[in-house]
């Protein structure tokens, strides 16, 4: 079992942040956490230090796989399924029993955040990709910054979870996930 803190919000006024504070994790884009997750589950897990991830692309480049290899064995297989087809073909999958991924980001929109309804379009309704690849530069100007070396993250493990190794942060931030046996109501969504 995979048990880690995998994502939290740190609330603080908008007012106490400079533009030096604003800070991304390691990731191309603003998809997710699915980079950082990687590498640290690598390093904590395996003892390996990863560098640099190579994504997959399988059905589409909106379904891409990322694994780690550690003596010929695949031991990390991680996916990233944006868009509702492809969040479709993942539940379908897992019914199936045929679901190979110690964890998946998923995204509802294709293409990820940046490209979501509501970013900025041009006047026919359409993305406006110039405008989103300006958003992709900006973003990865932004400077990357472990989430646990972020002063205002230290700040809540200090004065709200009562310290990192506290059982408040156990209860908090960590879970478990089991199987959840089907009901037989109309009510389920068919996938």
């Not at 609330?11 to 980079?35: C, T």
């Not at 026919?124 to 992709?136: T, V």
Request: proline share 3%; hydrophobic share 35%; charged share 30%.
């Amino acid at each position: 079992n995979f048990r880690a803190d995998l994502s939290f919000c740190c609330f603080i006024r908008f007012e106490e942040i400079k533009e030096g504070d604003v800070v991304r994790h390691d990731g191309k884009r603003s998809d997710g956490y699915l980079e950082h997750i990687f590498k640290h589950a690598a390093k904590e897990l395996f003892g390996m230090d990863v560098k640099e991830i190579t994504y997959k692309a399988l059905k589409n480049k909106d379904f891409q796989e990322v694994t780690l290899e550690k003596d010929g064995e695949t031991v990390l297989r991680f996916a990233a399924a944006y868009g509702f087809r492809n969040i479709q073909n993942m539940v379908l999958k897992l019914k199936k029993g045929k679901f190979l991924y110690h964890f998946v980001e998923v995204l509802a929109c294709p293409g990820g955040c940046l490209n979501g309804k509501g970013q900025a379009q041009t006047e026919d309704g359409k993305p406006d990709k110039a405008l989103l690849h300006q958003m992709e530069e900006v973003y990865a100007a932004i400077p990357v910054r472990l989430p646990e070396t972020n002063i205002h993250v230290q700040k809540m493990y200090q004065d709200w979870l009562e310290g990192m190794d506290s059982k408040k942060v156990q209860e908090t931030l960590h879970t478990q996930y089991s199987a959840v046996n089907p009901t037989a109501s109309n009510l389920d969504i068919k996938w």
